[in-house]
């Protein structure tokens, strides 16, 4: 395939991969002259995710209208929430005032805290499960994730501190090193995708 017929390819890369070392650069020069260029990116990033959030909610709900049209209880609780909250933050005020507030502080807010509160149990059990516990890795990775549970009741902290301090150096050191890593290979294989799908497509 010739050049003009792939110039679109070749732009999705060259803009990609600017954005992408723009970014990176500004990371270890954060005062420099790409701080401008950098945040507007990020303005610009955070408007399209934006938007497509909201594309991916209105999906969701057209989805679900058909199963709410014959009664399904559960698409009917989706679209209800969905409707809801849409209206709310629409409101003066958005969810800092009024029913949006209350919306977020009463259900919105507890129902993440208890679905990151069930994470590590089901974390655990997974552990448990599917890795065995007579391994070196299995059993420091238990270990780990059981000294940051207790290391997380207020109650348990207070009459042992060492818990809450352990917490803490496992959180800051080999769990951030960890996340770094996946990140960073989140990148790279991002990146190589991204040349594979550009270049060797015909």
Same mark, same amino acid.
């Given at each position: 395939?010739?050049?003009?017929?792939?110039?679109?390819?070749? $732009?999705?890369?060259a803009v990609a991969l600017t954005a992408g070392l723009l970014a990176f650069a #500004?990371?270890? =020069?954060?005062?420099?002259?790409? #701080?401008?260029?950098?945040?507007?990116?990020l303005k610009t990033t955070v $408007?399209?995710?934006g938007g497509a959030l909201l594309l991916a909610a209105f999906h969701l709900a057209w989805r679900h209208?058909?199963?709410?049209?014959?009664?399904? %209880? +559960?698409?009917?609780?989706? @679209? *209800? +929430?969905? %409707?809801?909250?849409?209206? &709310?933050?629409?409101?003066?005020g958005g969810f @800092? /005032?009024? /029913?949006? #507030?209350?919306?977020?502080?009463?259900?919105?807010?507890?129902?993440? *805290?208890?679905? =990151?509160a069930l994470l590590? !149990?089901?974390? &655990?059990?997974?552990l448990i499960r599917h890795l065995s516990l007579r391994d070196v890795g299995g059993a420091l990775l238990f270990l780990g994730l059981m000294a940051v549970l207790l290391g997380q009741i207020p109650g348990l902290t207070a009459n042992v501190p060492f818990l809450a301090g352990m917490r803490h150096d496992i959180l800051i050191a080999p769990a %951030? &090193?960890?996340?770094? +890593?996946?990140? $960073?290979? !989140? %990148? !790279?294989g991002s990146i190589l995708a991204l040349l594979r799908y550009t270049l060797l497509r015909k």
């Open positions: 395939m010739s050049f003009p017929r792939r110039w679109p390819q070749w $732009l999705t890369l #500004n990371y270890f =020069f954060p005062q420099s002259f790409l #701080n401008g260029p950098t945040q507007a990116l $408007l399209v995710s209208w058909p199963k709410a049209r014959q009664k399904d %209880a +559960g698409s009917l609780l989706l @679209l *209800a +929430g969905f %409707a809801g909250t849409f209206v &709310a933050g629409l409101l003066p @800092l /005032a009024g /029913a949006g #507030n209350w919306l977020y502080h009463w259900m919105l807010a507890p129902g993440m *805290a208890a679905v =990151f590590p !149990i089901f974390l &655990a059990v997974a %951030a &090193a960890a996340f770094r +890593g996946v990140l $960073l290979g !989140i %990148a !790279i």
